[in-house]
């Protein structure tokens, strides 16, 4: 007489669960492994070098706290600005009128920061992005997310590297505000995966948000 070991339903649910995300994320990957070495011969010959880049900054933004932008925007256009390519720092806001007029005057109008701001959201960051690409002046731009902190050996850096073409691609890393072993273990991987990630779609020739 032949005997069947039954599964029960509920773990083969929390299975896959566990499991169909991980497949997904390695079919991903390997998409951009393979799209990696088809491309990178072609984006070599296809690189634009100009002797001489300017660079802007573009903060886009949507429902942050006034005070945090104007903190990290004072920080990095002081930051930003002293570098020998960067030109201005633009913050792209889809708030409210009254948003952009309460943030236009805590910042004040001794900086070199201009504020773009689009009456509706059309599209979200992507779409913001998209039309304010219409207004740079800039060879090439840089995106910053609004608690972003560059330094400025990463500008100079980034600003050395225009004459390269292309994409400048800055990792993002962890962080954590008490170092136990788990905070390390996790940031550890976590920086592992990102600097990974963004290798391969810069080999990719994918455009990457910073």
């Not at 690189?47 to 900054?57: F, M, N, V």
Request: glycine share 6%.
């Amino acid at each position: 007489m032949e005997s069947y070991t039954a599964i029960p339903l509920l773990s083969t649910i929390a299975m896959l669960l566990v499991v169909f995300p991980i497949l997904l994320l390695l079919l991903y990957e390997t998409l951009i492994l393979a799209i990696a070495n088809r491309r990178r011969n072609k984006a070599n010959n296809n690189i634009h070098r100009a002797s001489r880049g300017t660079l802007e900054a573009v903060v886009p933004i949507y429902s942050e706290p006034i005070e945090l932008v104007v903190e990290k925007t004072r920080r990095n256009s002081a930051v930003l600005l002293t570098s020998p390519c960067f030109t201005r720092l633009t913050i792209l806001s889809d708030d409210s009128s009254d948003y952009v007029r309460n943030l236009a005057e805590a910042l004040g109008y001794d900086l070199p920061i201009s504020i773009f701001h689009r009456p509706d959201r059309r599209g979200g960051r992507t779409g913001a992005l998209d039309d304010y690409l219409k207004n740079v002046t800039a060879t090439h731009f840089l995106i910053l997310d609004v608690d972003a902190e560059p330094t400025l050996e990463i500008a100079t850096k980034i600003c050395t590297g225009l004459q390269n073409g292309g994409a400048s691609v800055i990792p993002w890393e962890g962080y954590f505000t008490r170092g136990t072993r788990l905070a390390h273990a996790v940031k550890f991987f976590t920086d592992f995966g990102s600097d990974l990630l963004y290798r391969m779609r810069s080999q990719a020739g994918l455009f990457v948000f910073l």
